[in-house]
């Protein structure tokens, strides 16, 4: 069973902090990675996704690959609360199929 | 507007009792997908189509059917609904075929079946 692994938290910071979100794939096929944010009870909305090892990034996000270590990570920087939602970690193995992680909850104090 | 739409957004329904969620897409993207998540398992991939009449099981296949007559609508089907589909249901949709594409998710659809 293909699997995605996230801590589901809450992870908790300090507005103005960087927040660090973690994900772990088994699938070493796996090609394609994507982070979404997902606010209580809305839908998921796509904030980076990437295909090659290293990083990428977007004005205040960083996706960071590393497939060797299976594993894909999100920083967001100067956190506001408005960040403060769920973090799903999606994987796409190439075969027409999505594997999406349980999520991380994250919480921006003010 | 680009969106995806999905009907109803609300439903109660009774076991047994078939029912349809509609899920449409104005963006003419090939690849559509139906996803159920629920508290502690998180989004998982029902159905998905990679076109026109071309369908394939995702995860958590049993007890829905789908289908994918035009471009833009790929209807989920529960024949004989049981109080474990009892979950909130997105549709999603994406440009390409391959599982490198970016998907748009639809408002979601909760579904309570008593």
């Known amino acids: 069973q293909k699997e995605v692994e996230q801590n589901s938290g809450p992870l908790s910071v300090p507005e103005g902090a960087i927040a660090s979100l973690n994900c772990t794939y088994s699938?070493?096929?796996?090609?394609?990675f994507f982070w979404y944010r997902q606010y209580s009870g809305k839908s998921p909305e796509l904030i980076m996704f990437?295909?090659?090892?290293g990083d990428k990034e977007d004005g205040r996000f960083t996706a960071q690959l590393n497939k060797a270590s299976q594993y894909v990570s999100l920083l967001i920087r100067d956190s506001q609360p408005s960040d403060s939602a769920t973090y799903l970690c999606?994987?796409?193995?190439?075969?027409?199929?999505?594997?999406f992680g349980t999520g991380t909850r994250l919480k921006v104090l003010a | 507007e680009a969106q995806v739409t999905q009907n109803p957004r609300y439903l109660i329904t009774v076991t047994g009792k078939k029912l349809t969620v509609t899920c449409s897409q104005n963006m003419n993207h090939e690849y559509m997908s139906w996803y159920r998540q629920d508290p502690g398992l998180g989004l998982r991939q029902i159905y998905y189509?990679?076109?026109?009449?071309?369908?394939d099981k995702g995860d958590v296949p049993e007890g829905y059917k789908v289908s994918r007559k035009e471009k833009r609508n790929f209807p989920l089907i529960l024949e004989s609904p049981s109080p474990n589909q009892t979950s909130l249901y997105f549709c999603?949709?994406?440009?390409?075929?391959?599982?490198?594409?970016?998907?748009?998710f639809g408002p979601g659809t909760r579904l309570l079946v008593l």
């Open positions: 189509s990679m076109n026109v009449e071309v369908t």
């Open positions: 990437i295909y090659s090892n």
């Open positions: 999603a949709s994406s440009l390409g075929s391959r599982s490198g594409e970016t998907q748009y």
């Open positions: 699938d070493r096929g796996s090609q394609s």
């Open positions: 999606a994987v796409g193995s190439g075969t027409y199929k999505y594997i």
